[in-house]
T-cell receptor, first 115, second 111 residues
């Protein structure tokens, strides 16, 4: 079975400081990993994904994530946080082809960027 | 990329009334489609998914049902709503690149 954990319910960071939102996963094979962002009363928006290749993945709005197979982690990062980055962030995982047709989402981490 | 449409955007229904939420997809063909419910603005609960017309898989036994009458149309229904059905309902489509595209959501309040 596949699972994903976001250990922090909320992350607070000052504007201009670097941010990290943590995610760890568990799959039986090799993972597809995703980050999504949700603004209040809106649907989720895709930020970035890791399928294969370079462990550092760059995505929308200046976000990036690093795939670490030994630590089974896929942390989301940004060098300099903006107040507009304040939102709910979801990590998601899907086992490689042959696995489920569904993606498993984490419980979400609320990011608060303080001016 | 895909565009997911959902309606209505908000809905207030009495307990025991029926429900029909509609989702349509543009920009792709033969997608995998999903219905999620999000309670209290946090985690997503997968309710149903569909890999093709007329093919529905239920993840959570409850008084909701889903149908897929056309390739890019996905409907969530209930014959009698419960208070516990309140929540934010999201439709999503998964393309061949495994990215999920979400609709804007429907806020359902059951009174």
């Amino acid at each position: 079975a596949q699972s994903v954990a976001q250990p922090e319910d909320q992350v607070n960071v000052a504007e201009g400081n670097p941010l990290t939102v943590k995610c760890t996963y568990s799959v039986s094979g090799n993972p597809y990993l995703f980050w999504y962002v949700q603004y209040p009363n809106r649907g989720l928006q895709f930020l970035l994904k890791y399928i294969t290749g370079d462990n550092l993945v760059k995505g929308s709005y200046g976000f990036e994530a690093e795939f670490n197979k030994s630590q089974t982690s896929f942390h989301l990062k940004k060098p300099s946080a903006l107040v507009s980055d304040s939102a709910l962030y979801f990590c998601a995982v899907r086992d490689r082809p042959g696995g489920y047709q569904k993606v498993t989402f984490g419980t979400g981490t609320k990011l608060q960027v303080i001016p | 990329s895909q565009t997911i449409h959902q309606w209505p955007a908000t809905l207030v229904q009495p307990v025991g009334s029926p429900l029909s939420l509609e989702c349509t997809v543009e920009g792709t063909s033969n997608p995998n489609l999903y219905w999620y419910r999000q309670a209290a603005g946090r985690g997503l609960q997968l309710l149903f998914y569909s890999v093709g017309i007329g093919q529905i898989s239920s993840e959570v036994p409850q008084n909701l049902s889903a149908s897929r009458p056309q390739d890019r149309q996905f409907i969530l229904s209930s014959k009698k709503l419960l208070l516990s059905d309140s929540g934010f309902y999201l439709c999503a489509s998964r393309d061949r690149d495994d990215t999920q595209y979400f609709g804007p959501g429907t806020r359902l309040t059951v009174l």
